[in-house]
T-cell receptor
Framework: NAGVTQTPKFQVLKTGQSMTLQCAQDMNHEYMSWYRQDPGMGLRLIHYSVGAGITDQGEVPNGYNVSRSTTEDFPLRLLSAAPSQTSVYFC?????????????FGEGSRLTVL | ELKVEQNPLFLSMQEGKNYTIYCNYSTTSDRLYWYRQDPGKSLESLFVLLSNGAVKQEGRLMASLDTKARLSTLHITAAVHDLSATYFCAVVLINDMRFGAGTRLTVKP
């Protein structure tokens, strides 16, 4: 089973460039989310979605956009990258509409903004 | 606002010793998770604790939850090198899961 798949695994951007981190899950999960992980700060929620067509902001949403056109996909867009967005990004999903069950994580995407 | 505090943040143990990691949180929640992360890897779910007094055990790890004290503990018994990793607690608040900063555990021979 593929589970939660993130691409790319590594990316280097210049300040001001845009890019999209892709996330796909094949478990028919309603809930999907994006986290960023920075040293000494655990994981912080950026955006989440409780189903296709529904998204909402998490703890640190500024500088990021999301959309959820299908149950399977939940891309994260950086419109104008900044060095402060250098981080490791994790996508996660769970079958419940809220976080009622186990959260399954992707392998992570390491982003460096120069 | 929900805050989750873990301590210690760094823990170096000798093999065979016991130790406890603490997770305190600031707002009522009835669901707490413990995760393990190896360097450069994703997060692996260890335990989900759903109610006051809940206790879960897997091998040398045992987790407990006291919702009245807003405290969870992860107890390590007779540590072995394979337990070296970073451990996170995470508390659920509706659609948000808030993580502690993590405890980096190193088990030395």
């Amino acid at each position: 089973n593929a589970g939660v798949t993130q691409t790319p695994k590594f990316q280097v951007l210049k300040t001001g460039q845009s890019m999209t981190l892709q996330c796909a899950q094949d478990m028919n999960h309603e809930y999907m989310s994006w986290y960023r992980q920075d040293p000494g700060m655990g994981l912080r929620l950026i955006h989440y979605s409780v189903g296709a067509g529904i998204t909402d902001q998490g703890e640190v949403p500024n500088g990021y956009n999301v959309s959820r056109s299908t149950t399977e996909d939940f891309p994260l867009r950086l419109l104008s990258a900044a060095p402060s967005q250098t981080s490791v990004y994790f996508c996660a999903s769970t079958e419940a509409s809220g976080i009622g069950g186990e959260l399954f994580f992707g392998e992570g995407s390491r982003l460096t903004v120069l | 606002e929900l805050k989750v505090e873990q301590n210690p943040l760094f823990l170096s143990m000798q093999e065979g010793k016991n130790y406890t990691i603490y997770c305190n949180y600031s707002t009522t929640s009835d669901r707490l998770y413990w995760y393990r992360q190896d360097p450069g890897k994703s997060l692996e779910s260890l335990f989900v604790l759903l109610s006051n007094g809940a206790v879960k055990q897997e091998g040398r790890l045992m987790a407990s939850l006291d919702t009245k004290a807003r405290l969870s503990t992860l107890h390590i018994t007779a540590a072995v090198h394979d337990l070296s990793a970073t451990y996170f607690c995470a508390v659920v608040l509706i659609n948000d899961m808030r993580f502690g900063a993590g405890t980096r555990l190193t088990v030395k021979p």
